[in-house]
């Protein structure tokens, strides 16, 4: 099999490429949880500050692989197994799988060829080892001997249209400082796509690349149930599975323009407001009122929740 004109056979290397550590390594990372929703990812992980991947560093910057708070992600060892086990290829490649291979030459990338769909996603993950020699007289290290350390070599991960060059790449990864380069990106029209390896290094660099392309099926923006609308639904699904200030201001902007004739700015709750809505309730629903005149102690006939107003109720439900 050909890749970038360069005969790829593999006949040196061990059968058992999916037990070495780079491949697992390779092969956990990228099937990580982002956001839920996009090519079968289970959760959103949330920053700090509120934020999700999309805010972060190393969804816009391609020298920045991995962030600093969440890494490349939330350890789901459910897809970490799909990931494996969906085997090693090479060239033309399924929409999930992993390679363990060498890239040795500064001039022809090692390419793997994907079939995408318009608004497909692409999670891609390459890593290597940093190689260090042992400096001794003797074949196997012995107490004294030291190792020399030539620091990490160069590896690069582009996404790139078939037949298109690296100026046209859709995204890329060029850490000059990591042993790690991982992509995140969406596709914008249908058609083949290529995943590059690149180096600058003359002698063989040994790695793993695992890659995850498929759909986004998160719904429309603010659609948290996706049920087909943009209601206080979805707000009650924010809270209790995302919390993003992304995603909540998605849902709040879509709710705005979804709500019709009659909605308001003032409408839309914001976060504090339901929380207040809930201690009010419980507070409510603690007292009793009485009957004016007859010293009873007599709860009245309308219940406590019919005393809140229509959209709190539909919110405290």
């Known amino acids: ?46 920053k700090s500050n509120g934020s999700n991947w999309f805010g972060s560093n190393a969804y816009t910057d391609p020298t920045i692989p991995v962030d600093r708070e969440m890494g490349v992600g939330e350890l789901d060892a459910n897809r970490a197994v799909q990931q494996l086990t969906a085997g090693k290829h090479r060239g033309t490649v399924p929409n999930i799988g992993w390679d363990y291979f060498y890239q040795d030459d500064p001039f022809i990338p090692n390419k793997y060829t994907l079939s995408l769909n318009a608004g497909d996603w692409v999670s891609a993950t390459l ?29 690069d ?27 995140f990106a969406k596709v914008p029209d249908a058609g083949p796509y290529e995943l590059w390896v690149t180096t600058t290094e003359i002698n063989p660099v040994y790695y793993a690349l695992a890659w995850w392309a498929g759909a986004d099926e998160r719904g429309a923006p603010g659609d948290l149930n996706k049920d087909g609308k943009v209601d206080s639904a979805d707000y009650v699904v924010w809270r209790k599975t995302d919390g993003s200030t992304d995603s909540y ?13 009659g909605s308001s700015f003032a409408s839309v709750p914001e976060p504090p407001l339901v929380g207040l809505a809930f201690i009010g309730l419980l507070i409510l629903r603690r007292c009793k009122s009485r009957v004016p005149g007859d010293g009873s102690n007599r709860p009245r006939a309308e219940t406590t929740t019919g005393m809140l107003p229509r959209r709190l109720q539909n919110l405290a439900a």
Do not use: C
């Open 127 to 155: 890593v290597w080892d940093r190689d260090v020699f042992l400096n001794s007289p003797f074949d196997f290290y012995q107490p004294g001997d030291e190792f020399l350390d030539f620091g990490f070599a160069n590896l």
């Open 249 to 261: 201001n998605d849902w709040r902007t879509n709710f705005e323009n979804t709500s019709g004739s």
């Open 157 to 183: 991960l582009y996404l790139v249209p078939a037949g298109q060059g690296i100026e046209q790449a859709v995204a890329s990864s060029t850490s000059a400082a990591w042993n790690l380069e991982h992509i």
């Open 1 to 46: 099999m050909n890749l970038g004109g360069r005969e790829n056979s593999d006949t040196t290397l061990p059968p058992t490429a999916g037990l070495r550590h780079l491949t697992r390594k390779a092969v956990i990372l990228n099937s990580a949880d982002k956001i839920k929703g996009i090519i079968g990812m289970d959760r959103t992980v949330i």
